[in-house]
Structure formats: structure tokens, C-alpha cells
């Protein structure tokens, strides 16, 4: 063996402490008093996880807030000011910017990411141009895959298209949609499916950002995914209108997710942020109960989205902080659920990328983060922070725990 974790708590038992062994990137045993010789860290009864899922992270205009202006502080203008700002983008400073959010990510734990690039003729590749270099630079710590969408629409703007392709071709890993930014959003909804189909590529949409449940695109995707026979391979951000649903119609609406097979991505700094904004008092949060929706059986995630631009002028890229502010918004307290919360940010998102080889488990690789807690819902409420990173059993982070110098 290479490497051999000793006393170790698992998410899945952490009432009892295990010695998880490495070798050639790989868990190739778990078990208690490991009678092995290899390398050791004694993680001294912390929680050690699988490395934490970001299943939605805008790389390509992240880190842009110091060039925008913000007097409304709502969504249409933050699309308006990231349109404006994107025309002088070039590789160079997507590059940049995006590695530096990326390198954050792997401070906190991620060991995977799903990207969301935006292709328009206002940008044209330029942002592919700029994020893909990342994908081999990073790859010691962490799976990158790109989605590329349309943020401006795709009927409406001649050109996006093919420029949606021609980023496939040159290494896009699935396509995402934005309807609510079309003139047409169920010819989006089409469109998009075909593609996805001729390439035989997943889908990641941005859906319903709004606040009317009766305006909901939502049913036409679930429709096309069965049609499509596309089950377990489309997911959807944002839904905020679920937010507004009473529990008779938010168990008829989960149900169609899961009979489906729709998985649903809750981007809970985002939401927050941009829903509500015309009310002066008794202000809606706008963030989907995810945990409600995984009772009736929906695939759920939770994931960061945007850092330090107009759409969210917040964000240091740690999923933990995520999770935790998803539970203060919408008053998770149970056990059970706070639990989910560390799942949607590990399992279940990995789960929502269709990863393989992910979780603590014989065979799998040895993607690991090790927390300074005990349990899973102690990560959660005490934003326990992590002190070491594994990327296929090679330490990639260190952070010592703080100490208390006493008099």
C-alpha cells in the first residue's frame, strides 16, 4: 500500500473509526486495525469524506464584481452588465480569473466540478478558449467538465448554435439551456434535447428562475426527458418558483421530477440573493426545500453558482458554507436532513454528474477530504473546516487546525 488513513469516521457510520488503505490512487481496503505497511496519517477520529461535488460553477465570468456596476441588484441587470463586460473578455482573463476561482475550490475540498460556460456571438469560444487549458493543468486535483449553455438565449440570437456545437467538438462535456432568456423557451427546450441526443451528452438547464408557479417550464422538461428517453441524465438549476408551492403541489411536482428522472440543483447564495428584489417588506427567499423533494424520491444537489459578480456579489468556494446557508434558509434542523444538506455536496451530487468510481469504497479512487469534526451534520452546523485533501490517494491540501496560545 501507499498510504493508509488511520482512525477514520465514515459519513455512512461515524460512530465507529476505520483505517481506509490506498494504493495506486485507489481505497483498497477499509477496515479496522489495518495490518499493513505503508505510509500513515493519523486523522485522530475526523470525519474523512469523499471529495465534495460542484455541480454548477460559473468559471468564465467569476471574479468580474470590481468592473460592474450594481444599482438595482437584480437579475436583468446583472445579465445586461455581464453581456456588456463579456464583449472585451478575452482567453487571457477568463484563464486567470477562472483559475483562481478553481484554486479555491480545491482549498475547500472539491474534487470535481461541473463548470457552466456561457457561447453567444458576443463572446464567441473565447471562454471555452480560456477555461479548457485548466481541465489538464488541474487534473492532480480535480475533474473538471464543462457545460455549455446560452445565457442570452438561443432562437433569438442568431449564431448561438452553432457556436453551441463548435464547443462541443472542441471538448464541451454536456449542454445546458437558459430558457427563460428565449423568446421561445420550449423551442430552447427542444433544441436542446436534439442536441444533446446527437451528441449523446448530458443536460444541465438553467430553469425558471422567477417566482410564478403557474409560468413554469419545468413540466415541459420532465415531458421532453421521457420523450427523450433522457432519465438520470438531465438536471435543472434554480426552480425558485418551487419555492412558492404549497406541500400538495410540491409533492405532485416531485413526483414528476422523479418519474422523470430530473434531478434538481438548489443554488441557494444566488436564489437569495436575486428573488424578491421588488418587495420592500415580508421578502420570499426564493431557494427550493431540496430536502423535501429527496423525501418524495428527486435526485437533489447543492452548488455554488456564481463568485464575486453581479449575480452574486458573495462567495469563497467552499461547499461546506453552501450547504450551511441552504440549512439557516430554509430551517433544516432535523438530523436526517442535515445530513442530506452534506450529501447534496457529495454523493448526491456526484450522483447528479453521473460519476463513476466516486465514494468511500473498495475499488473506487481514493478522492478524500478530511474534516475537523466528527460527524456529517457537525460539518454542516459548525462549518468544520478541512485539513487535508486527497485527489486519487495524493495529498493536495493541507490546512493545520487553529491553535490556542494560552497564557
Not at 499493513?36 to 471529495?51: I, K, N, Q, T, W
Request: proline share 5%; aromatic share 6%.
Amino acid at each position: 500500500m501507499d498510504l493508509i488513513l488511520r482512525n477514520a469516521r465514515l459519513p455512512s457510520d461515524s460512530g465507529r473509526l476505520v483505517d481506509i488503505g490506498i494504493e495506486r490512487g485507489k481505497i483498497v481496503a477499509i477496515e479496522t486495525g489495518l495490518g499493513a505497511e505503508a505510509e500513515e496519517l493519523d486523522v485522530g477520529g475526523r470525519l474523512v469524506s469523499p471529495g465534495f461535488v460542484e455541480t454548477h460553477l460559473h468559471l468564465d465570468k467569476a471574479c468580474i464584481l470590481n468592473r460592474c456596476r450594481a444599482e438595482q441588484g437584480d437579475l436583468d441587470e446583472a445579465i445586461r452588465e455581464v453581456a456588456r463586460l463579456k464583449a472585451a473578455f478575452t482567453p487571457e482573463d477568463v484563464y486567470e480569473r477562472a483559475k483562481k476561482t478553481i484554486e479555491k475550490c480545491i482549498l475547500h475540498g472539491t474534487t470535481h466540478v461541473r463548470t457552466q460556460l456561457e457561447v453567444d456571438p458576443g463572446i464567441g469560444l473565447r471562454g471555452l478558449e480560456g477555461v479548457l487549458p485548466l481541465v489538464k493543468e488541474y487534473a492532480w486535483a480535480v475533474d473538471l467538465e464543462i457545460c455549455i449553455f446560452p445565457q442570452e438565449g438561443m432562437l433569438n440570437n442568431p449564431g448561438t448554435e452553432e457556436l453551441m456545437i463548435a464547443a462541443l467538438k472542441r471538448g464541451g462535456n454536456l449542454i445546458g439551456a437558459c430558457p427563460y432568456t428565449d423568446t421561445d423557451s420550449n423551442g430552447q427546450i427542444d433544441r436542446i434535447f436534439a442536441l444533446a441526443r446527437e451528441f449523446d451528452v448530458d443536460i444541465d438547464m438553467h430553469l425558471d428562475f422567477h417566482l410564478d408557479a403557474g409560468k413554469m417550464d419545468l413540466p415541459y422538461v420532465c415531458r421532453r426527458a421521457e420523450e427523450f428517453g433522457y432519465g438520470g441524465r438531465v438536471a435543472v438549476g434554480h426552480v425558485t418558483p418551487l419555492s412558492t408551492l404549497e406541500p400538495k403541489a410540491l409533492a405532485t411536482m416531485a413526483k414528476r421530477l422523479n418519474n422523470a428522472g430530473v434531478a434538481l440543483c438548489v443554488l441557494p447564495s444566488t436564489d437569495l440573493y436575486l428573488m424578491g428584489r421588488p418587495r420592500q417588506h415580508d421578502v420570499v427567499r426564493g431557494v427550493a426545500p431540496a430536502h423535501r423533494f429527496l423525501k418524495h424520491g428527486v435526485n437533489c444537489a447543492l452548488a455554488t453558482n456564481n463568485v464575486l459578480n453581479p449575480f452574486t456579489p458573495f462567495g469563497d468556494c467552499s461547499l461546506v458554507r453552501i450547504a450551511n446557508l441552504y440549512a439557516n434558509v430554509c430551517q433544516v434542523g432535523a438530523t436526517n436532513d442535515l445530513a442530506e444538506c452534506f450529501q447534496m455536496i457529495t454523493t448526491r451530487a456526484a450522483a447528479l454528474m453521473n460519476l463513476q468510481s466516486y465514494g468511500i469504497a473498495v475499488g473506487n479512487d481514493a478522492d478524500l477530504v478530511v474534516l475537523d469534526c466528527e460527524s456529517p451534520q457537525a460539518a454542516i452546523s459548525e462549518l468544520a473546516p478541512v485539513l487535508y485533501v486527497f485527489k486519487r490517494g495524493r495529498l493536495t491540501v493541507t490546512r493545520k487546525p487553529p491553535l490556542l496560545h494560552r497564557p
